[in-house]
């Protein structure tokens, strides 16, 4: 099976001023294959930030190359990386970021009006994402009606919308108390066993344990700690 996510030996170098440089990222190797489950966990400043940007093409390597969906990155232009963003990469924050005067229905469906899908089709469709995340007689909510892990939900049904092959989630249970989290670790886990890619950035070892496999950075170097039996 060919990877959803291949990164060949990505480095990433910042210039910190006329003579300084910071590597965030050093020879960074990985493969992800689709319907996988992966955490990458690290500290804070470890280059997790950096690695989720290059995945989510939100910014691009100093070196290496890195293939998405199996197309080349490098290849694209600032157009062509948005476009590949739009289509394959569904994104999850800590925070919801959700629209307070849009019902959950409306907030979800956002999404298809950029790209001029008509009204009923939105409707229809973020109706299907909604009860696809158990959310279904939440619909016509607005966010200071749900809880947040009923915001997080509707922000998970939004990243799906427009049905990409990957779902990259930035520490999603940050803002949620343990067990409200463990419901939304359980429900990617439930994704990926209807087939999604899901990648989970994380500096907690114990949400990280929720995956098939977990990659450790630290120093902007990536190593592979641990991978479930049987996964």
Known sequence: MSPVIELNTISKVYAAGTAAEVVALDQVSARILRGEFVAIVGPSGSGKSTLMNIIGCLDTPS??????????VADLD????????RTQIGFVFQGFHLLPRMTALENVALPLTYVGVPKAQRRERAARALQAVGLADRAEH???????GQQQRVAI?????NRP????ADEPTGALDSHTGEEILALFEQLRIAGHTV???THDPA???HADRTLQIHDGHLVEVESKEGA
């Open 63 to 72: 070196s290496g190359s890195y293939r998405c969906s199996g197309v080349d």
């Open 78 to 85: 600032a157009s062509a990386r948005a476009e590949l963003r």
């Open 142 to 148: 607005r966010p200071n009606e749900l809880s947040g």
């Open 157 to 161: 049904a939004r990243a799906l919308i």
């Open 165 to 168: 092959a990957i779902l990259l």
């Open 199 to 201: 990648i989970l950035i």
């Open 207 to 209: 949400v990280a344990d």
